[in-house]
């Protein structure tokens, strides 16, 4: 079946600008969580996802960031004004469900984002 | 503080060669570990846990807990196991969140 899909691929964008990433997880997958892949440092926790509440936001660097999911399936992680150190590959997965039983996170192949 | 440590950014090996690829991590509690792998072009992806005990694509990781370790091994490294290597750790019980190394980039060798 079709995997963990991201949009878009590739995103350039100038200093200060909004961006947005969308996240469209594998259907029937209850949890969703975005991670940000840096040069050097390799993938850090964002947020993640049950449903359609962020019980974990503590991975967003700053009130710049902000995500959400709506419908209990597709997700948009928003970052304003953004700024160079912003420039990462950002991750999402999705998962059966969370709590309890740990169930196998499915990639995306990112979106690389590029602030100039 | 839980954290993963991949003290090698580089690994280069010839083919037939012993793989290590070593992993530490700093958890309070029972950890659940994992090793992911990004193959070149492509989405990162499981390889193991610790807790299924089994080889894959002849890959083994014990843990270790007494070193606080979840080294990644295999005895006779193939070209086609040239990728990136991520350890990475449950973030908690209720929580499927993972905390990742930095990552090895291993290269095999014809």
């Known amino acids: 079946g079709a995997g963990v899909s991201q949009s878009p691929s590739n995103k350039v964008t100038e200093k200060g600008k909004d961006v947005e990433l969308r996240c469209d997880p594998i259907?029937?997958?209850?949890?969703l969580y975005w991670y940000r892949q840096s040069l050097g440092q390799g993938l850090e926790f964002l947020i993640y996802?049950?449903?359609?509440?962020?019980?974990?936001k503590s991975g967003l660097p700053s009130d710049r960031f902000s995500a959400e999911r709506t419908g209990g399936s597709v997700s948009t992680l928003t970052i304003q004004r953004t700024q160079q150190e912003d420039s990462a590959v950002y991750l999402c997965?999705?998962?059966?469900?969370?709590?309890?039983?740990?169930?196998?996170?499915?990639f995306g192949p990112g979106t690389r984002l590029t602030v100039t | 503080a839980q954290r993963v440590t991949q003290p090698e950014k580089l690994l280069s090996v010839f083919k037939g060669a012993p793989v290590e690829l070593k992993c530490n991590y700093s958890?309070?509690?029972?950890?659940?570990l994992f090793w992911y792998v990004q193959y070149s072009r492509q989405r990162l992806q499981l390889l193991l846990r610790?807790?299924s005990r089994e080889s894959i694509k002849g890959f083994t990781a014990d843990l270790n807990k007494g070193e606080t370790s979840f080294h990644l091994k295999k005895p006779f490294a193939q070209e086609e196991d040239s990728a990136m290597y991520y350890c990475?750790?449950?973030?908690?019980?209720?929580?499927?969140?993972?905390?990742f190394g930095t990552g090895t980039r291993l290269q095999v060798f014809p």
């Open positions: 997965a999705s998962s059966l469900r969370t709590s309890g039983q740990y169930y196998e996170q499915y």
């Open positions: 259907s029937g997958h209850t949890a």
């Open positions: 996802f049950q449903g359609n509440s962020a019980p974990d």
């Open positions: 958890y309070s509690g029972s950890p659940e």
């Open positions: 610790h807790i």
């Open positions: 990475a750790l449950r973030g908690g019980y209720n929580t499927d969140k993972l905390i």
